[in-house]
């Protein structure tokens, strides 16, 4: 479910006092699947404890905790979100690296680049517009932005780019043929509605993509700590696999 913090807490109000086991977890839009499967195996497995996810792009995420959001585990598609929340004191404890993914390339179903090489379209001066996100506010914008500046590709296409609020987003546009291309992770790619993947993003080899997660100083939620372990788990581990994502070695 995808809404602002403060409405989210406001329906949770409305329906009665927050229960000590009730645990509120933010989530970086790429991940708003997967753990919603993880949510689901660990409320089973602890029957007591009701999580609540509030899916978003990690920027906005991160404002939204820095501003006060009663959120006790954040899980960010990237690094600096992290670091930022960390250097304000609002982090308690060691992140964990929940897993690792790819950025690729996707085009709309009719468009005839499909079946190409992901550079030649990207070179190409008739691209006019495509989808990533603002490399000063979302992780996978960021990304994308080193990748391609690594591939010697950015400053041409930087005056293209149509910046998306958060990576499903990005692969809407491609999916309505609003733009001619997005960059999105090779997880969101997997559940495109139309859009087709040319291949991985020219100079992404050297990124290492990774998503931590870490509880907050705020939280006074019992079960929180547990959770965040939870999702290193061997149940969390397999249901990020099947949803495509790398799992870091143990």
Sequence with gaps: ???????????????GPV?????????AASFADVVEAIRGDFEREHPNVTVACNVGGSGLLARQIED?????VFLSAG????????????????????????????????????????RAL????DLERIALGDPASVPFGAYAKQALTAAGL???????????AD??????????GSVDAAIVY???????????PLGDVPGADTLRIEAPAVRLTRSTARPATTFLAYLTSEGARRRLTAFGFVVPPR
Excluded: C, H
């Excluded at 990207?122 to 001066?125: D, E, I, K, N, T």
């Excluded at 990576?167 to 309505?176: E, G, H, I, N, S």
């Design 186 to 196: 090779a997880t969101d790619a997997r559940v495109a509605k139309s859009a087709k």
């Design 19 to 27: 229960r000590a086991d009730d645990i509120s977890v933010s989530v």
């Design 154 to 164: 950015w400053d041409a296409l930087a005056p293209k780019a149509v910046y998306a």
């Design 79 to 118: 690094w600096p979100e992290i670091e930022r929340l960390a250097a304000k004191g609002l982090v308690a404890g060691e992140p964990v690296v929940v897993a690792r993914n790819r950025l690729v390339v996707v085009v709309p179903a009719r468009s005839p680049w499909t079946g190409r090489e992901p």
């Design 122 to 125: 990207l070179a190409s001066p």
């Design 68 to 72: 006060g959001a009663p959120v006790d």
């Design 1 to 15: 479910m995808r809404r602002g913090w403060a409405a989210a807490f406001a329906v949770l109000a409305l329906a």
């Design 167 to 176: 990576v499903r987003q990005a692969l809407t546009y491609a999916d309505q």
